[in-house]
């Protein structure tokens, strides 16, 4: 029933979209715990579903 409703009103671009965020964040400004917190968020509403192993390394990678 959640599968359906969120083919029925979630729109393709927000996926798109929170999924390019996934792959394009870097810490930037942030501490590593907000920039951990976030990336997490944006997996779980992206559903992105990922290797643990290659999300680690993105992670490592963009950090500063």
């Known amino acids: 029933m959640k599968v359906l409703t ?6 393709n671009n927000y996926y ?9 964040s870097n810490q930037g400004y942030k501490s590593m715990n ?3 917190k976030e990336i ?5 509403k992206a559903n992105v579903i ?10 490592l990678n963009r950090l500063n």
Do not use: C, S, W
């Open 16 to 24: 798109r979209d929170l999924y390019m965020k996934f792959h394009g």
């Open 34 to 36: 907000e920039y951990f």
């Open 50 to 59: 990922e290797d643990i192993e290659t999300t680690m390394a993105r992670f």
């Open 40 to 44: 997490e968020i944006v997996i779980n």
């Open 6 to 11: 969120r083919r029925l009103f979630v729109p």
